[in-house]
T-cell receptor, first 114, second 113 residues
Framework: ELKVEQNPLFLSMQEGKNYTIYCNYS?????LYWYRQDPGKSLESLFV?????AVKQEGRLMASLDTKARLSTLHITAAVHDLSATYFC??????????????FGKGTHLIIQP | DSGVTQTPKHLITATGQRVTLRCSPR?????VYWYQQSLDQGLQFLIH???????AKGNILERFSAQQFPDLHSELNLSSLELGDSALYFC????????????FGEGSRLTVL
């Protein structure tokens, strides 16, 4: 069974600070996704990481993937209040028929205070 | 706007009842996934359809069923509802049969009283 673990699950930080969210997964997978969810809203795709060593950046967010360590990180640089949200990582689930849906971590609830 | 449409957005019903949630995928997407999101269980994969055929089942209860129609829209049927079924139900679509990026709808919030 594929397990996806995020930490921390809750994070309160001040504007201007840097921090990293970690995503570990239990079985081999070569694709990892990061999503953002605002309260009561849908999930918005942030990054798609398709290979070992992949690094993607968008604004103050940067995501990386190490498939050998089964680890992805989401780094926040100089946080601003608008980045307050819940962030999910998701890993491709492989079944007998090949690649299937995504297994999500429990999410990191991020609060950025002025 | 992801292009995935879900109805209804909110639904309140009583225990023992049956409801149907509807999803229209993005234009051109053949895969439809259903997820359940609750505070205690997080995002749980329920079921996946690709071009009208069931591809995979996740943690879907026997009281729940789904189908994908020839026009590619999908319905999730929830029956004999229990209080614990209260959750946000998301539909997501993808162009690929598996492993691709998922685009999520706004969700259907189900409250069972």
């Amino acid at each position: 069974e594929l397990k996806v673990e995020q930490n921390p699950l809750f994070l309160s930080m001040q504007e201007g600070k840097n921090y990293t969210i970690y995503c570990n997964y239990s079985t081999t997978s070569d694709r990892l996704y990061w999503y953002r969810q605002d309260p009561g809203k849908s999930l918005e795709s942030l990054f798609v990481l398709l290979s070992n060593g992949a690094v993607k950046q968008e604004g103050r967010l940067m995501a990386s993937l190490d498939t050998k360590a089964r680890l992805s990180t989401l780094h926040i640089t100089a946080a601003v209040h608008d980045l307050s949200a819940t962030y999910f990582c998701a890993v491709v689930l492989y079944s007998g028929g090949g690649a299937d849906g995504l297994t999500f971590g429990k999410g990191t609830h991020l609060i950025i205070q002025p | 706007d992801s292009g995935v449409t879900q109805t209804p957005k909110h639904l309140i019903t009583a225990t023992g009842q049956r409801v149907t949630l509807r999803c229209s995928p993005r234009s051109g997407d053949l895969s439809v996934y259903w997820y359940q999101q609750s505070l205690d269980q997080g995002l749980q994969f329920l079921i996946h359809y690709y071009n009208g055929e069931e591809r995979a089942k996740g943690n879907i209860l026997e009281r729940f069923s789904a189908q994908q129609f020839p026009d590619l829209h999908s319905e999730l049927n929830l029956s004999s509802l229990e209080l614990g079924d209260s959750a946000l139900y998301f539909c997501a679509s993808s162009v690929s049969p598996g492993g691709g990026e998922l685009f999520f709808g706004e969700g259907s919030r189900l409250t069972v009283l």
